[in-house]
């Protein structure tokens, strides 16, 4: 994994100094100056750091990468905390989401999809976020200069098809039919765990773990599963390498399940899990592979490993269900499906950058510049 991590360095060192630009070149009121000290001196800080871990010399990976991988995730969330609480509040008189709104009206209209486009705001306080109530997608405020997590839009995409605001948009009955079959193969499911561990009589404590996570399907993880499969389909590959750049970059423990609280999204290693499904499925089995063995590298840096209560509480059979439901729902509301050689010109330019990534992360930025001037979008 350290030519990721290097990779991910160059990434965050080309941030940092995009918002550094931010904040020292626009003319803010004087009202503003003890932020700007304030986030330009983070930013200083960060991008020592940065540049001490781009030219660290490896001698033992298996020492040095997992304390990078704990560095790292530290750094991005500094970051996150300059651009998305700092830096946003310091351009939010001269925000421009135009780029924004472009990219996401095009993905809409080339996947085909059966609701109007959202608006952009680039005011996102933690990450990709939609409020479909008021048709608002909210993205952080330099994402639109980057591609590598664009493929997190089309999983945005798919909350507003299953919210209830829409509960009367027969266009998507067909949708959310698939749901509620899911839905119910995760009850047939969690019932017959509590019926074989009554049966053999198991700990006491197993039929509660059983009901929590019922009401984990119900609340929460069936949707986000429902939205990764969503964007799996119609951006292909890309949504796979998004999850682990996500994972890597903010992720904890990849198997980390809840015996007595909810959670808001299922564990990032179930969500990887029906990713790859998916892909297999479509057809792209040799993608499926080389992601797999990526997010192994990733998962033993963090040094963690599946619970037997994670294996019951997410058998591949279930997974499969999952995957079958949802394409059946996308195919019947007329959304574009992705295959190999089948591709829409925004799911084709964010295959190619992180097909990019990988050939060589060193020169990626220089080319992601390029395609977005290229785009219009720089």
Same mark, same amino acid.
């Given at each position: 994994?350290?030519d990721?991590?290097?990779?991910?360095?160059?990434?965050l060192?080309?941030?940092?100094? /995009?918002?550094?630009?931010?904040?020292s070149? &626009?003319?803010?009121?004087?009202?503003h100056?003890? *932020?700007?000290?304030?986030?330009?001196?983070?930013l200083?800080?960060?991008?020592?750091?940065?540049?001490?871990?781009?030219?660290?010399?490896?001698?033992?990976? !298996?020492?040095q990468?997992?304390?990078?991988?704990?560095r790292?995730?530290?750094i991005v969330?500094?970051?996150?905390?300059? @651009?998305?609480i700092?830096?946003?509040?310091?351009?939010?008189?001269? @925000? /421009?989401?135009?780029?924004s =709104?472009?990219?996401v009206h095009?993905?809409?209209?080339?996947?085909?999809?059966?609701?109007?486009?959202p608006?952009?705001?680039?005011?996102?306080?933690?990450?990709?976020?939609?409020h479909a109530?008021? =048709? *608002?997608?909210?993205? $952080?405020?330099?994402?639109?200069?980057?591609?590598?997590?664009?493929?997190?839009?089309?999983? @945005?995409l798919?909350?507003?098809?299953?919210?209830?605001?829409?509960?009367?948009?027969?266009d998507?009955d067909?949708?959310?039919?698939?749901?509620?079959?899911?839905?119910l193969?995760?009850?047939?499911?969690?019932?017959e765990?509590? +019926?074989? &561990?009554?049966? %053999?009589?198991?700990?006491?404590? *197993?039929?509660?773990?059983?009901?929590?996570?019922?009401?984990?399907?119900v609340?929460?993880?069936l =949707? %986000?599963?429902f939205?990764?499969?969503? &964007?799996?389909?119609?951006?292909?590959?890309?949504?796979?390498?998004?999850?682990?750049?996500?994972s &890597?970059?903010?992720?904890?423990?990849?198997f980390d399940?809840?015996?007595?609280?909810?959670?808001?999204h299922?564990?990032d290693?179930?969500?990887?899990r029906?990713?790859?499904?998916?892909?297999? !499925?479509?057809?792209?089995? %040799?993608?499926a592979?080389?992601?797999?063995?990526r997010?192994?590298?990733?998962?033993a840096?963090?040094?963690?490993?599946?619970?037997p209560?994670?294996?019951?509480?997410? $058998?591949?059979?279930?997974?499969?269900?999952?995957?079958? %439901?949802?394409? +059946?729902?996308?195919?019947?509301?007329?959304?574009? !499906?992705?295959?190999?050689g089948?591709?829409?010109?925004w799911?084709k330019?964010?295959?190619d950058?992180?097909?990019?990534?990988?050939? /060589?992360?060193?020169?990626?930025r220089?080319?992601?510049?390029g395609?977005?001037?290229?785009?219009?979008?720089?």
């Amino acid at each position: 994994m350290e030519d990721y991590l290097s990779g991910a360095f160059l990434q965050l060192i080309d941030r940092a100094r /995009d918002l550094t630009t931010l904040v020292s070149g &626009a003319d803010y009121p004087s009202s503003h100056d003890g *932020l700007r000290q304030i986030c330009s001196e983070r930013l200083r800080i960060a991008l020592k750091e940065l540049r001490q871990l781009k030219d660290e010399n490896i001698v033992l990976p !298996e020492l040095q990468s997992p304390r990078r991988l704990r560095r790292l995730r530290q750094i991005v969330q500094n970051l996150d905390d300059i @651009e998305m609480i700092g830096v946003t509040a310091l351009s939010v008189v001269a @925000e /421009d989401t135009s780029r924004s =709104n472009k990219i996401v009206h095009e993905v809409c209209n080339q996947i085909g999809y059966p609701l109007v486009a959202p608006t952009v705001a680039n005011l996102a306080t933690s990450y990709f976020g939609i409020h479909a109530e008021f =048709n *608002l997608l909210m993205v $952080p405020l330099l994402e639109d200069r980057y591609l590598l997590h664009l493929p997190d839009l089309y999983h @945005e995409l798919a909350h507003p098809l299953l919210h209830e605001i829409h509960i009367d948009n027969t266009d998507l009955d067909a949708f959310r039919d698939a749901f509620k079959n899911s839905l119910l193969a995760t009850i047939k499911h969690t019932g017959e765990l509590t +019926q074989t &561990a009554r049966r %053999e009589r198991s700990a006491a404590a *197993l039929p509660d773990y059983f009901y929590n996570w019922q009401k984990c399907w119900v609340r929460t993880w069936l =949707n %986000e599963l429902f939205c990764d499969l969503f &964007a799996v389909v119609t951006v292909g590959p890309a949504y796979g390498w998004s999850h682990l750049h996500l994972s &890597a970059k903010r992720g904890g423990n990849p198997f980390d399940l809840p015996l007595h609280s909810v959670s808001s999204h299922p564990p990032d290693d179930v969500r990887m899990r029906v990713i790859l499904l998916a892909l297999e !499925e479509l057809g792209f089995g %040799e993608q499926a592979n080389q992601i797999s063995n990526r997010w192994t590298e990733l998962s033993a840096l963090s040094d963690c490993n599946p619970s037997p209560e994670y294996r019951m509480c997410f $058998p591949e059979s279930l997974l499969k269900v999952f995957v079958k %439901e949802v394409r +059946q729902g996308v195919n019947a509301i007329g959304v574009n !499906e992705i295959r190999p050689g089948v591709e829409t010109p925004w799911a084709k330019h964010l295959n190619d950058a992180w097909d990019k990534f990988w050939d /060589d992360h060193v020169e990626y930025r220089t080319w992601e510049q390029g395609l977005l001037k290229q785009l219009q979008l720089s």
